[in-house]
């Protein structure tokens, strides 16, 4: 079932999109500095910069987004927060390579508007950071839906649990 829309539950919305963005920070800071300043390829670096993030991402959805998600080991929620980034990796690496492809229109769009001289980038990095940008908001769908209904549903189990009794309430 689908978590319900409540004010903790848009807290959390707004915290795992806080964490995102600073995951965002890490993945193009470190695409960039791989691709752009080491010259790795941009599909390898695109790998490596998800991969710092999605650890990033785990650390700080682990214990600021969910902190009430304590049901489960830290081993066995970072497994499936794993699992859950191995597939959006899948989905983000062919997208990247093909949004980075020669001919796109992506690239096309970027040469024929110029947006590198005007921001005094060049077009291909620019193309290639916009391509990253459009796979990131793809997966970003996924990461949020996938994790907030397996890896951290522990919580709507918590919250449909009844209050403990103290030894002083008679049962119902």
């Known amino acids: 079932m689908p978590p319900r ?3 903790s539950e848009l807290t ?6 806080v964490v995102g963005t600073f995951g965002a920070v890490v993945d193009f ?8 300043s080491l010259s790795w390829p941009a ?3 695109s790998v490596c910069s998800f991969l710092a993030a999605v650890t990033s991402n785990f650390i700080w959805n682990r214990y600021w ?4 998600s304590r049901t489960k080991s830290v081993r066995r929620q970072a497994g499936q927060f794993a ?19 020669p001919g796109t229109s992506l690239a096309s769009f970027l040469l024929q508007t110029r947006l590198g001289s005007i921001t005094n980038v060049t077009a291909a990095a620019l193309g290639s950071n916009l391509a990253l940008a459009a796979a990131v908001i793809v997966v970003l769908f996924w990461n949020f839906l996938a ?12 919250r449909s649990r009844p209050a403990a009794r103290s030894a002083d309430t008679p049962p119902v």
Do not use: C, E, M
């Not at 987004?65 to 009430?68: G, H, I, M, R, V």
């Open 43 to 45: 599909v390898p670096a």
């Open 5 to 7: 829309l409540s004010r």
């Open 29 to 36: 800071g470190t695409f960039n500095v791989l691709h752009g």
């Open 65 to 68: 987004t969910y902190p009430d």
């Open 147 to 158: 994790n907030r209904l397996w890896t951290y549903a522990d919580i709507d189990r918590q």
């Open 83 to 101: 699992l859950v980034s191995v597939v959006g990796l899948a989905i983000r690496t062919p997208l990247f390579a093909l949004l980075i492809g």
């Open 12 to 17: 959390r919305f707004l915290k795992f999109s």
